[in-house]
């Protein structure tokens, strides 16, 4: 009888695992689609805010159309806005993944704007890097050299970044992967021959 008992319930356990694995990728292939469209929405519409262009929740997949460049090269993909240069980056943070849009003059030599899509740092302390206070520190840096991390003095240097107190891991982070994704976007056109 214990025996049968215990066939019984690894019995239970196989079904319910089977039907609740059925069930999880009914949800993911039912939802995948919606996950895509939303992917799609937030990447063009964060590259038309960067890009200064307005835009409408009605309207804003015609004005990309319209208004928008989409470049691959090497495996890297680019957006070319009014001379503008719009390049996704994602790096590791302190706790998770940072992912944001960086915006580059169309000679690839400074920062026009960075922005944060999603990041997983510290709530009032390392999520300070999605700060407008904060990204706006930038704006008109050199992409031609890597970004430096101003930590004991006001960055002051072309490509010093200052450190946000308290979260000095995070600014680091978010230096490091903002200067990576422009080196790598720069080594691929070449210092700005495309």
Do not use: C
Not at 17 to 28: F, H, I, Y
Not at 31 to 58: C, G, H, Y
Not at 81 to 102: M, N, Y
Request: net charge neutral; charged share 25%.
């Amino acid at each position: 009888m214990n025996l049968k008992r215990k066939l019984l319930d690894v019995l239970f356990i196989v079904v319910l695992g089977t039907v609740s694995v059925a069930l999880l990728m009914a949800a993911q292939s039912y939802s995948a689609p919606a996950v895509k469209r939303f992917r799609e929405m937030r990447l063009k519409t964060n590259v038309l805010t960067a890009a200064d262009i307005p835009w409408t929740q009605a309207d804003f997949r015609d004005v990309f159309e319209q208004r928008v460049r989409e470049e691959t090269r090497d495996g890297l993909t680019w957006y070319v806005a009014d001379s503008l240069v719009i390049h996704e980056f994602k790096g590791r943070g302190l706790w998770g993944t940072i992912e944001g849009i960086v915006t580059l003059d169309s000679a690839l030599n400074h920062i026009v704007s960075v922005r944060i899509l999603s990041q997983e740092e510290t709530p009032g302390l390392g999520d300070r890097i999605k700060d407008a206070e904060y990204l706006v520190t930038y704006r008109g840096k050199t992409a031609a050299e890597p970004l430096e991390l101003a930590m004991r003095h006001k960055a002051e240097a072309e490509n010093e970044v200052d450190a946000i107190s308290g979260a000095t891991l995070s600014s680091q982070a978010l230096v490091k992967t903002v200067s990576e994704a422009t080196g790598r976007l720069r080594a691929v056109l070449k210092d700005g021959q495309w």
